[in-house]
Nanobody
Framework: QVQLVESGGDLVQAGGSLRLSCVASRSIFSISTMGWYRQAPGKQRELVARITTGGIRNYVDSVKGRFTISRDNAKSTVYLQMNSLKPEDTAVYYC????????????WGQGTQVTVSS
């Protein structure tokens, strides 16, 4: 069974920073493009950043220049450094293996709540 455990969410003021972490099952991590998704209340879950096994990164336009995704293969962990946070970044953040369609492949973890106050 694949496990995805997210952490690092918090309540921060606009302009602040957070670093999210996601530990994934070792069995899938080393061969996977990993991504961070988020879901705001009343909205669909969206993929905000992804990183390939070779370290190629892609971001949704709304977070470019502010968020940085990285991975530590030895720890089976993917990170999301979030700077210059905005109230519209408020959401539950999840990680998953990214399929070609952009959808997450496995069942979702519990996520981690990020709340940005204005």
């Amino acid at each position: 069974q694949v496990q995805l455990v997210e952490s690092g969410g918090d309540l921060v003021q606009a302009g602040g920073s957070l670093r999210l972490s996601c530990v994934a099952s070792r069995s899938i991590f080393s061969i996977s493009t990993m991504g961070w998704y988020r879901q705001a209340p009343g909205k669909q879950r969206e993929l905000v950043a992804r990183i390939t096994t070779g370290g190629i990164r892609n971001y949704v336009d709304s977070v470019k220049g502010r968020f940085t995704i990285s991975r530590d293969n030895a720890k089976s962990t993917v990170y999301l450094q979030m700077n210059s946070l905005k109230p519209e970044d408020t959401a539950v953040y999840y990680c998953n293996r990214v399929m070609a369609s952009g959808l997450g492949q496995y069942g979702w973890g519990q996520g981690t709540q990020v709340t940005v106050s204005s």
